[in-house]
């Protein structure tokens, strides 16, 4: 059985930072491509960062320099730095794994930046 945990989300003042983890179990991830998405209230989800199996990332252009994508094989994790964030950036934030025939998603984490 696959499962994603995401964690690390929380409330932070705007300007702040936070970490978040994606866990992954029951699937060899590190042969897979991942990505961190999230949705806000009221807007479709959308991809925030891909990184793929070498380590080669790719970002939302309006996210670029300030969300960093990394991920540690060994711990079968990937991670996602914000910095600087906003208040336009409160969503709740998935990770997925992603397939030629598949994709798993976790159950989600929520980031909130107060003004």
């Known amino acids: 059985q696959v499962q994603l945990v995401e964690s690390g989300g929380g409330e932070v003042q705007a300007g702040g930072s936070l970490r978040l983890s994606c866990a992954a179990s029951?699937?060899?991830?590190?042969?897979?491509?991942m990505a961190w998405h999230r949705q806000a209230p009221g807007k479709q989800r959308e991809l925030v960062a891909v990184?793929?199996?070498?380590?080669?990332?790719n970002y939302a252009d309006s996210l670029k320099g300030r969300f960093t994508i990394s991920r540690d094989n060994a711990k079968s994790t990937m991670y996602l730095q914000m910095n600087s964030l906003k208040p336009e950036d409160t969503a709740v934030y998935y990770c997925?794994?992603?397939?030629?025939?598949?994709?798993?998603w976790g159950q989600g984490t929520q980031v909130t930046v107060s003004s």
């Open positions: 997925n794994v992603v397939g030629k025939t598949f994709a798993y």
């Open positions: 029951g699937i060899i991830s590190s042969i897979y491509t």
């Open positions: 990184i793929t199996p070498g380590g080669t990332t």
